[in-house]
């Protein structure tokens, strides 16, 4: 119990520093930023004094209709202290610092939020496609991609006389 | 002697080769036999599973889940049922509870047999092929007479498991406790305890702890270099914290100990199903769930401790029948970009075996 206010508290501190927004999730903490803030954020929640949250399980981007997000979910090591960071990215031009500098591990899991949002990981030392070709049109988990209705999508074939 | 340099060559190795366990292509640079350089590419079985997802409903989705890492399917089927679960905030019944762990580490045995069968015949360790395999059918069995499937089970739901297991199962499922013993003793005899297996695989592949907590690797692979990390420890999902079981640690770090590291497992794991078949309560398998399930609002993140790694799932649920987002976040796909780490400085015949031990599925990878 001791260790949840630690981490409010923690997380609180850090929120004023970045202007963050602090909210109770269902399952553990939730501190919304700024993108521009990000690096700041994931560098001072990987070094909480006392609790820290060292471990970046998962990444993933997330599309809010009106803006995306890049969702952080963060462990640790040594205890059971959880948090989830999301950074707010604007839509028209969805640039966010790469967090490979904080944890080498966030280098698949950016390009594939690339691969399927299309949010540009600044600084990432090899930001490509990871699952679709290099040559696809447009990122398909945006919730305005279209997928082309199954009547399109299924190529049917009508056999001739001598087949 | 002066020192000879060589030309880089670039080995195209996979989608199609025997030893990348699917369909994984990794482009490796060489200079004569030394691995300079490895560029992974993935996407070769990319099916858009997390696509599908946001046009299903919460119950559809669960055989999606079974062609993740579809050599452990139940594993899978836990880890999304119980995040939905815990979205809805539903108890289900104990003795669901119960045959979940029973499946779940079934699964976890088959899946390390599996990888103790490849593992082996990438070093060209054909009779040990056989005999895990053998072994292996004797799961599947059980699973076929209580799911009617056997591998891509389908056998959890949102609020229990599908339907009870037959009378036969426990006399079966008894049966192959009592063996297991015997099996590791086997395996090792003719596979790891081998004097050329062990030649080929010590001191090769070192993952250094700092590589682990850089790039969140999770699973066996870490607790083969020295991490007492297990999420059934550290964050204990469903019934887990009921049981006594050990998390096997080996300080090697090699590629020696991230084989034998599964014997531990398998044997931890038959410790936990023979505590389970002891305590299961009778009871229904089903909690009360409506047909249409509506999951409320709201966005919950839960992760498992698969065979392969760790599996998270993050749902975003905006109260209707279908998700928002489905993120699934599987322990391959991130432990393999650890592969620039350990595969440098080695030569092409290590490459394949150090490749090996991470048991890479690519129904994970690829999603």
């Not at chain 2, 119980?82 to 809805?88: A, D, R």
């Not at chain 2, 297996?197 to 870490?222: C, F, N």
């Not at chain 2, 760790?310 to 991130?334: A, M, N, W």
Request: include cysteine.
């Amino acid at each position: 119990m001791e260790n949840k206010e630690l981490l409010r508290k923690r997380v609180d501190e850090l929120a004023a520093r970045v202007g963050g927004n602090v909210a109770e999730g269902s399952d553990n903490l939730v501190l919304t930023v700024n993108s521009q803030y990000i690096i700041e954020t994931l560098e001072a929640a990987k070094t909480f004094d006392g609790i820290p949250c060292d471990f970046l399980h998962d990444l993933a981007g997330f599309d809010a209709k009106d803006h995306f997000e890049v969702v952080y979910q963060l462990r640790s090591w040594s205890g059971p202290q959880k948090l989830r960071i999301k950074a707010i990215v604007d839509r028209d031009n969805p640039v966010i610092d790469s967090a490979t500098r904080v944890w080498g591990g966030a280098n698949f899991w950016e390009r594939e939020a690339y691969d399927m949002f299309g949010i540009v990981f600044k600084g990432h030392p090899n930001l490509k496609r990871i699952y679709l070709w290099d040559d696809f049109e447009g990122f398909p988990l945006r919730k305005d991609y279209v997928t082309e209705p199954a009547e399109v999508r299924n190529i049917t074939r009508v056999r001739t006389d001598n087949e | 002697m002066g020192e000879a340099s060589t030309e880089e060559l670039i080995v195209n190795l996979g989608p199609q080769h025997p030893s990348m366990h699917g369909v994984f292509r990794m482009v490796v640079h060489l200079d004569g036999e030394i691995v300079t350089k490895v560029e992974p590419k993935m996407g070769y079985l990319h099916r858009g599973i997390e696509k599908l997802a946001e046009s299903r409903t919460y119950q559809q989705f669960i055989p999606y889940t079974d062609r993740l890492d579809y050599l452990a399917s139940p594993c899978n089927n836990l880890a999304y049922v119980q995040t939905v679960e815990k979205l809805m905030e539903l108890e289900i019944p104990e003795r669901a509870e119960y045959l979940r762990v029973i499946f779940a580490e079934l699964a976890r045995i088959a899946s390390h047999m599996v990888f103790i069968s490849s593992a082996a015949l990438d070093i060209a360790g054909w009779t040990t092929w056989g005999y895990p395999f053998r072994d292996r059918e004797r799961i599947l069995d059980l699973f076929e007479m209580s799911t009617g499937s056997r591998m891509t089970t389908n056998s959890m739901r949102i609020g229990g498991v599908q339907n009870d297991v037959p009378p036969e199962f426990w006399p079966a499922l008894q049966s192959f406790l009592e063996d297991l013993p015997d099996m590791l003793e086997e395996y090792y005899g003719i596979y790891l305890g081998n004097e050329i297996a062990m030649g080929r695989m010590k001191h090769i592949g070192i993952l250094s702890p700092e590589t682990i907590k850089d790039l969140s690797l999770t699973g066996p692979v870490i607790r083969a270099s020295g991490f007492d990390y297990d999420v059934r420890k550290a964050e204990p999902y469903g019934i887990y914290d009921r049981f006594d079981f050990k998390v096997p640690v080996l300080n090697g770090c090699d590629t020696y100990d991230r084989n034998m590291i599964r014997l531990y497992e398998i044997e931890e794991s038959g410790k936990i199903i023979r505590q389970a078949m002891e305590n299961i309560p009778d009871g229904p398998v089903m909690a009360k769930v409506p047909k249409l399930i509506k999951v409320p609002a709201g966005e919950v993140y839960h992760r498992v401790e698969n065979p392969k790694g760790e599996l998270g799932f993050y749902i975003v649920s905006d109260g209707t029948q279908k998700p928002v987002r489905i993120r699934i976040r599987t322990g391959t796909f991130t432990n393999l970009q650890s592969l620039n780490k350990v595969l440098i400085g080695n030569t092409v015949q290590d490459l394949i075996v150090i490749f090996a031990s991470f048991d890479a599925v690519l129904g994970e990878v690829d999603k």
